[in-house]
């Protein structure tokens, strides 16, 4: 039986070039669209509020399935496929900043109580401790007294509201996280971090595409890399994250 079309096209009937590689790139445009849309979505670590699980100069890849998929819109989730679990390094979008995203480790569920006294995060009236939690401050700030004093170290109790989740950052006694603003509610989850993809460490405060113009500068001028401005961490990338 002779096929009532060809299998390939051939001679006049080819597409123009342009016509062939605009397809091509259409399609890959689409993919990448709903891939970040809906399966992963890359971010960057700018600061050191997760230290040391996650490092400035980190980027990582972000799970967005994890918790189900969501309007890529409005973020409300359309099918619920789990809810986070207490330990999840998570990317939110921050509740008092739209604007911003931002990276905690989740660490009171809906329904807990939480206190923090004297450093020891209490859930549920018992210590809740985490070997990725670094305190190297030895100061204890005292309860606050008003709504200008910090919490960082004694706070609440406070129950954690329906839908919602308590988060804190690793690097205890330098991050702004839930002590200082707050919950976070469920649809303002982006995804589970899950691997770091690329990491690099340079002169601090230096952005990536003036660091790396850095260590090559190097190069010319000396004939070596300069890896004080510009160094990949090799040792990190494909790190998974806990």
């Known amino acids: 039986m ?78 619920p496929i789990s809810s986070p679990q207490r330990g999840d390094v998570v990317v939110f979008i921050f509740p008092q900043d739209p604007s911003k995203d931002y990276i905690k480790r989740v660490v009171g569920l809906p329904g807990d109580r939480i206190q923090i006294i004297n450093k020891k995060v209490m859930i549920n009236d018992k210590v809740f401790k ?49 002590r200082f603003w707050g919950f976070v509610p469920l649809d303002a989850f982006r995804g589970k971090a899950f691997i770091i993809y690329f990491s690099w460490q340079g002169t601090s405060g230096q952005p990536f595409i003036q660091a790396l113009a850095g260590g090559a500068k190097g190069l010319i001028s000396h004939l070596s890399w300069n890896s004080n401005d510009f160094r990949v961490r090799w040792g990190r990338i494909g790190g998974i994250i806990h």
Do not use: C
Not at 135 to 162: C, F, H, K
């Open 130 to 178: 985490t070997a990725e939690a670094v305190y190297d401050d030895p100061l204890v700030i005292p309860p606050p007294q008003g709504p200008t004093e910090s919490a960082r170290d004694n706070m609440g109790p406070v129950v954690v509201p329906a839908n919602s989740y308590f988060v804190m950052g690793d690097n205890r006694d330098h991050s702004y996280d839930s």
């Open 2 to 79: 002779t096929p009532k079309y060809p299998e390939v096209r051939s001679g006049s009937q080819k597409k123009p070039f342009w016509r062939e590689y605009g397809e091509a790139l259409f399609i890959a445009l689409i993919m990448a669209l709903v891939i970040r849309a809906f399966l992963v979505q890359a971010f960057s670590i700018p600061s050191g509020s997760m230290q040391p699980t996650l490092l400035i100069g980190d980027y990582l890849l972000v799970n967005k399935f994890t918790y189900g998929i969501r309007n890529p819109l409005t973020n409300k989730v359309w099918i």
